[in-house]
């Protein structure tokens, strides 16, 4: 499937991320899963090594390798840990929008500091009354003079206590023209984190609250125009949120399997190795083929995407089948490790966990089939992938 979907150097790429998440990252994972606090030491140095660039354009710093190498950065680091797997994929939905609503000023003044891992970006646009329902949003910025003054909480805000520079859509007028988006760096007098809630899972990656107060942002920090902040939270979402959330899943997944195998290894029952029971042998395979199909639908996505075509279908089924796949294969490797998988000793309870952290954003599995109905029926309401597709590639291909 690489040699089909991906080059030399993707597969050089990965080895080099894989090495890096051995090395750096797994040994810090008992420490963060202790702390259960978003870990900002290893959140910068993971962004100083340039993947947070992966789709910048190099005349701005980034790496310019597009959507399927940011698909495998994001998976080898989910392999190891889910928790900085999350981090970069949040990162990443702070580049969308810059890449494509950015003025020419705000592109120079800070892709390149995020390209270099100086600069962590996020997207706040889901609120406490609204949830998914992004019309429905209450914060608000009203103009005073060259400033913006905003008001309002935003939740489940990805990388929200280490991230520099928050992508925040508010509310500006009525209706759906009536959002706009900001650049807001984290230390503006009136923009502040909320407490850091303890979770689930992903531990070592913090999605909190923001809070803003009479928080005065200059009119140069705008993200396009008044009434743009619609198709900067969709975009956003589509071409970046699904993607990134499906390299979570997939990288989760192999973990799953990796471990699975390795413990069906060691363990030895009626004087053989537990995966010579035909049972247990029988649901490896399941879970192989899962892994197989999983992979190979979200490779698919990102290369359509790398390649500018139409892929807003594809991107919502790579992250379902994805998501649902990597959770039936963390329930079935808990059965088959039993009593044993409930100890922290071995990371499976682990994967289950985190698992569970990438059903939500970007949409449901219940959303996504939705979507998926409206393409089957030709009720689909456009394609944000054929309108701002090509801008990322040729940001990315620069």
Known sequence: ????????????????????????????????EAARTAHRELSRLIAHQGWLGATISQAHGGMGVGHLAKTIIIEELSRVSGAMGAMVQASQLGVAKIVHFGSDEQKKTWLPLIAAGECLPTIAVTEPESGGHVLGMTA?????????????????????????????????????????AFLVESGRPGCHTGEQKPTMGLHGFGFGELHFEDCRVPAANRLGEEGDGLAVAYSSSMLYGRANLTAVALGIHQAIIEETTRFCAERHRYGKPLHELPSIKLKLGQL??????????????????????????????????????????????????????????RPIERYLRDAHHIFAPAGTSDVQLLRLAEVALGQAKGQWSQRLSELTRGEALV
């Not at 991107?315 to 059965?335: G, H, I, Q, T």
């Open 288 to 345: 192989q083929s899962r892994l197989m199909t999983a992979r190979l639908v979200a490779y698919h996505a990102v290369h359509l995407l790398d390649q500018g075509l139409a892929c807003d279908a594809e991107l919502m089924n790579a992250k379902l089948v994805n998501v649902e796949s990597a959770l039936d294969s963390a329930r079935n490797a808990m059965e088959i490790h039993a009593a044993a998988g409930l100890f922290t000793d």
């Open 1 to 32: 499937m690489d040699g089909y979907f991906a080059s030399r150097l993707h597969q050089q790429l990965r080895d080099r991320v894989r090495h890096f998440a051995e090395c750096e990252v797994r040994p810090r994972i008992p420490a963060m």
């Open 140 to 180: 608000t910025a009203v103009r005073d003079g060259d400033d913006y003054v905003l008001n309002g909480r935003k939740v489940y805000v990805g990388n929200s206590h280490v991230g520099d520079l928050h992508g925040v859509v508010v509310r500006t007028g009525p209706g759906s023209k009536g959002l706009t």
